[in-house]
């Protein structure tokens, strides 16, 4: 992080936010451009100028004013990236006092609700009020991008405000995470089945910053919202079968299909669109994205070669060539671990929201849980090829077969850092293993394969438990965070208690417990099986 910097965006940012973002929801719900809607043409060409902004918002990288780059540590590698067992960075920010050990900085945890309401939310309603009804398929896509966009929202935080969003006379209320999740079910029906009853002209292609090179169609449009629609349906499993049955059963037959080849990686491109990875910035400009020490445990111990397409050798003396992470929650305060192993992630990486290995991965679930017909391993090991194929190291015969398991971790300079490994099994897929212990080998390959999104892998690690993460050492949350069960949620803005209380009331009341990092999110059940 580029401290100095970052620490005075923070205050002003939460200044700036307590009387704009989360006190004043009706002014962001406001056009404030100086025309009326008499006075303005819509056509497709500003529709797709919003969506563009719309797309650089979810893995978020686009400047308002204040920079770029930074936004995004704070809204995500800060949090997610860190909690999902990826990354850490090695500097001890606050003394080492922050994040890492559960004392939840205020000034980072509010960025990701700040931003996207601030400046995203925004965007999609303009283009929602204006394209329904001359140009669906925009309408459409608008709708499959608000919901990617705010699921990882509510993963974050739990209850939000999605369905009255822009309605100013509704106090901008909130929704329960139960109704938000509904409502994106609803979305995503609307998108695809708008999509598919589509025969006009316009085409999106040119405004079209995600889907792959050469696929920019409708049709890709529809197998992502399949795919979205699906990785939602098996979020809820537990918390509400029989709708995530229901859901899963509607994206598994949809004749638009889902995302299944190779190709078809869903991510934030970098060419000639003005958009830059900011995890590459960070990492290659600010130097300041390493290994997890959970990352080094699973990928070493289980020799998986993806191991050199994710994360650089380390380079200190003694150990240079050797693969080091870092261990989450130790409260170190040096900076010794400047050598170990950084992230290759550089600001030309297209940034990666949804993989086909994913998609193999979650029908693989669907299978288990007895959702569809199709063969719970075969699936499984599709989704472990369809990543070796993305990534581009080899077949994964071998890989398949193999009976490795998790390495224990020795951290390089404190003895008492080390670990025994806890991810105790192995790729080889096993017929007569358990459903928990099928469900912890798909859920780790998963983990394996979503790198580097931060987002998703920690929001499955915590509904399901896998893959098996180190606790921190250190808890500075005061007993609000357990330090087995680990992190759960981020607090709300600190910008809502006093910007709008009735607001925050609503939150607090629909989450069910304290407003704590703690706190279950009503998907996060605990159980992964109740039969």
Not at 429 to 445: F, G, H, P, V, Y
Request: hydrophobic letters at 35%.
């Amino acid at each position: 992080m580029k401290t100095r910097f970052l620490n005075k965006m923070a205050g002003l940012l939460a200044v700036l936010l307590l009387f704009s973002c989360t006190g004043k929801f009706e002014e962001y719900n406001t056009d404030n451009t100086g025309f009326t809607d008499e006075q303005k043409t819509y056509d497709y060409n500003t529709f797709g100028v919003w969506l563009k902004v719309v797309q650089m918002g979810i893995y978020f990288n686009y400047d308002w004013g204040s920079g770029k780059n930074w936004h995004f540590q704070t809204m995500q590698n800060l949090n997610a990236d860190m909690f999902s067992g990826y990354m850490h960075d090695f500097k001890p920010f606050n003394a080492g006092l922050g994040n890492t050990v559960y004392n939840l900085q205020d000034g980072w945890n509010g960025t990701m609700w700040d931003n996207t309401y601030g400046y995203i939310m925004t965007e999609i309603k303009q283009t929602e009020d204006h394209s329904r009804d001359k140009y669906p398929a925009f309408y459409a896509i608008a709708k499959i991008l608000k919901v990617e966009i705010m699921h990882r929202i509510s993963d974050y935080y739990g209850p939000i405000v999605y369905t009255k969003f822009g309605e100013s006379d509704a106090g901008v209320m909130p929704d329960s995470q139960k109704d938000a999740y509904y409502a994106f079910f609803w979305d995503l029906g609307e998108a695809i089945h708008l999509l598919s009853e589509y025969d006009g002209e316009e085409t999106f292609s040119r405004f079209d910053m995600i889907m792959p090179e050469n696929y920019r169609s409708f049709g890709e449009w529809m197998r992502f919202a399949n795919s979205l629609r699906l990785r939602l349906a098996i979020r809820i499993a537990m918390a509400d079968p029989d709708k995530a049955r229901d859901e899963a059963h509607k994206s598994l037959t949809h004749p638009a299909g889902l995302l299944e080849e190779a190709y078809e990686v869903v991510a934030v491109s970098t060419a000639g669109t003005g958009y830059s990875n900011p995890l590459g910035e960070i990492n290659k400009a600010w130097g300041e994205v390493f290994m997890n020490a959970n990352m080094e445990s699973i990928l070493k111990g289980y020799k998986d070669p993806r191991l050199s397409r994710y994360f650089e050798p380390a380079t200190g003396q003694g150990y240079s060539g050797e693969y080091r992470g870092i261990r989450q929650g130790t409260g170190f305060n040096h900076s010794r671990y400047s050598e170990h192993s950084r992230s290759t992630i550089t600001q030309k990486t297209d940034a990666i929201l949804m993989t086909p290995a994913e998609v193999w991965f979650l029908r693989a679930e669907a299978s288990l849980r007895g959702w569809s017909g199709e063969d719970a391993g075969t699936c499984y090991e599709q989704g472990v090829r369809s990543s070796f194929n993305q990534w581009r190291v080899g077949e994964a015969n071998a890989y398949l077969q193999s009976d490795h398991v998790a390495a224990d971790f020795v951290d390089t300079f404190t003895p008492d850092y080390s670990a025994k490994a806890l991810c105790l099994v192995s790729p080889a897929w096993d017929e007569e293993a358990s459903r928990e212990t099928k469900l912890e080998k798909i859920i780790t390959q998963k983990w394996i394969a979503c790198y580097p999104e931060g987002c998703e892998a920690w929001a499955e690690q915590r509904r399901t438990g896998y893959p098996r993460l180190f606790p921190v050492l250190v808890n500075k949350s005061n007993g609000k965070i357990d330090t087995r069960t680990m992190i759960r949620r981020l607090n709300f803005p600190v910008s809502i208690i006093s910007g709008n209380p009735a607001q925050y009331f609503a939150l607090c009341e629909y989450l069910g417990g304290p407003d704590t990092g703690g706190t279950r999110l009503w998907w996060d059940t605990g159980v992964n099986f109740r039969d």
